[in-house]
């Protein structure tokens, strides 16, 4: 009762929200973003402890610079999540493009199965808009579903408005299986913090950190081609989406390569753009010396 009563006294103003012009959006994202650093100081120790360990090289002063910025980036992230339900797919692809298509346009005429592998770098939500323009095969976009089951369906019709189609995380491998003689893209994110039973350790932006395996496993298992996706920000409001292959062939590939080429690429793109990466989230609370089976 309480989670149906929360959503259906949030949903108006989220609506609210969706229907201002976009000058209006970033005056919000101002003050909220000023609201959450300065006032409630919104996971501040996790945000500086993260950069500092990732970036022993940069001073306070740049680590107090990339930090006001972030707090900007995640609130523009969030409010242009919420532009969603009142803009058409012309109106977003004013606003985000793909680089370099040609990459998918290949995989497709060979009709080969691929995942799109992201982290959540750049508006990670909207990666998968213009994908309708370019391809005419099914995208399926993997997620973890709220708790909140009112929120949890609402998010999956904003995620899907222009075609995706969502899947839960747990159903990943029993999608793979019931399309595996239909070409299909699937896009997952791969930094989230991992379970140790289902994590390869490698060293990620000067740490040593657990990547899922899923991306690796599945990919051999199925024989879907990799595509490393990076949503970069062009200027406030505006990303392109850089698409490079990993691997066409994942069986051939080396063990632990696919996972070490996916994170090697993001850490790059972090390093490059580094404001505009979820350090708010508590990527490294699994520690490897923790473990006693590592």
């Not at 985000?96 to 998918?104: G, S």
């Not at 159903?171 to 039973?197: G, M, Y």
């Not at 595509?227 to 990303?239: C, E, L, P, T």
């Not at 994942?250 to 580094?274: A, F, H, V």
Request: hydrophobic residues 40%.
């Amino acid at each position: 009762m309480i989670k149906a009563v929360g959503y259906y006294l949030s949903v108006p103003f989220l609506y609210l929200i969706s229907i201002l012009p976009w000058s209006f959006i970033y005056i919000l994202s101002n003050g909220l973003a000023f609201l959450l650093h300065k006032v409630f100081k919104y996971r501040i120790k996790i945000i500086e402890m993260n950069l500092r360990n990732s970036f022993p090289q940069k001073s306070e002063s740049e680590i107090a610079t990339i930090v006001e910025n972030y707090y900007l980036f995640v609130c523009d992230v969030f409010l242009e999540t919420l532009k969603i339900p009142s803009l058409t797919k012309s109106n977003f692809e004013k606003h985000i493009k793909f680089a370099n298509p040609e990459v998918i346009y290949e995989l497709d005429k060979q009709n080969k199965s691929y995942f799109f592998v992201l982290g959540h770098f750049g508006n990670w939500e909207w990666a998968g808009i213009p994908f309708f323009s370019h391809s005419k095969i099914p995208l399926y976009s993997v997620y973890k579903t709220l708790e909140n089951e009112y929120f949890d369906n609402w998010f999956i019709r904003l995620r899907s408005k222009f075609g995706a189609k969502l899947i839960p995380n747990q159903q990943v491998a029993r999608h793979l299986t019931e399309h595996k003689n239909i070409p299909t893209a699937t896009a997952l994110v791969a930094d989230q913090s991992a379970f140790a039973n289902q994590s390869q350790w490698l060293t990620f932006l000067n740490q040593d950190t657990a990547v899922f395996r899923g991306p690796d496993k599945l990919a051999r298992k199925f024989d879907c081609a990799i595509i490393y996706s990076a949503v970069k920000q062009i200027k406030r409001g505006y990303y392109e989406v850089h698409f490079e292959l990993i691997t066409q062939n994942p069986k051939d590939e080396p063990e632990n390569s696919i996972l070490e080429r996916i994170m090697g690429n993001l850490e790059r793109d972090i390093t490059e753009y580094p404001a505009t990466w979820l350090w708010s989230h508590n990527r490294w609370k699994t520690k490897k010396h923790e473990l006693a089976n590592f």
